[in-house]
């Protein structure tokens, strides 16, 4: 079925349903400056880190999200679509910065793997790395559900090596001639909310959905914690233009529930607008899972 004329409202789904990963920057520390990334066009290096206790409160927060039961997910779908498991609850060490430059990463992967074998086993454990470090903390790589060695310029061993070195993980070429010559050999590029030039990314203006228009599903699925708590609208809003709360004040279901200023941009999305700042000059593309579970959320009844 396709999308009505009728203003909708996020209020029409349930949100628990849809979210299915808490993305955490650890650190504004990088050792790199990839041409696709907005710290090679002027987004500063700061020893800004996150604390312990601040990362202890997220997985405690986590915990408060019950995945026993996802609703929103519909046998009448093959679940081979999707990318991610639904009865899991992704954290995802990811963010602006290079998660194992944090002085205490081992640390938090191992109090995250501690509670994904106790109290949290719907937990599903994810590392996006440039491998500076990987050395470093590869037996506890291994022991995570999904890790991502991404090979750059900088990086001092080369894709096939990497392969063979570290056969536990999944690695990623992601040099700069590699990725804008063929997206398919890496990832799709996009302008990181327009933090990137044009000429260093590798798709063009994101022209919208047929079905849904300019539709996103990052606010929808995932929240984001910056190192000092606040919550931020996703992982591409690099300039962290909105004031949202911090996880130290407002719990995490609370504000993924009734923050009104992420519901005001719930509200555009799903109505196929991009007016507010970052997604009015962001090329994100929708997530073809999302997609097919807003359909059935919407219209199945």
């Known amino acids: 079925m396709y999308k009505s004329n009728t203003e909708l409202h996020p209020d029409m789904i349930k949100m628990d349903d849809f979210i299915w990963c808490v993305e955490v920057h650890l650190t504004e520390l ?70 194992s430059l944090h002085p205490d990463f081992g640390k938090m992967l191992e109090k995250a793997i501690h509670r994904r074998n106790t109290d949290m086993p719907h937990l599903w454990i994810k590392v996006s790395t440039n491998g500076s470090r990987i050395d470093k903390y590869y037996d506890l790589y291994k022991q995570l559900d999904d890790v991502n060695f991404s090979i750059y310029d900088e990086s001092k061993i080369s894709f096939h090596e990497a392969k063979l070195r570290y056969p536990d993980i ?24 327009g933090s990137v030039p044009d ?72 109505n196929g607008r991009r007016t507010k700042s970052p997604c009015s000059t962001c090329y994100k593309r929708p997530d073809v899972a999302f997609i097919m579970q807003l359909n059935e959320a919407v219209y199945a009844a």
């Open 30 to 99: 990088c050792n790199m400056k990839c041409s696709f990334c907005p710290r090679a066009h002027g987004y500063p290096n700061l020893n800004q880190n996150m604390s312990l206790e601040t990362f202890d409160l997220i997985l405690d927060e986590m915990a408060t999200f019950d995945f026993s039961k996802r609703n929103g997910w519909s046998d009448s779908n093959d679940k081979n679509l999707y990318s991610e498991k639904p009865d899991k609850f992704r954290l995802h060490f990811a963010g602006r910065g290079e998660p």
């Open 170 to 193: 999944r690695i990623s070429d992601r040099k700069t001639k590699t990725i804008m010559t063929d997206s398919k050999a890496g990832r799709a590029l996009n302008n990181r909310g």
């Open 199 to 270: 000429e260093n990314i590798n798709r063009p203006d994101y022209k919208g959905h047929k079905q849904w228009g300019k539709i996103c599903h990052k606010p929808f699925n995932m929240v984001y914690v910056n190192w000092d708590g606040d919550y931020v609208l996703c992982c591409n809003d690099w300039s962290k233009e909105n004031n949202f709360s911090n996880i130290h004040n407002v719990p995490m279901k609370e504000f993924w529930n009734t923050d009104e200023g992420l519901k005001e941009y719930r509200t555009e999305l799903i």
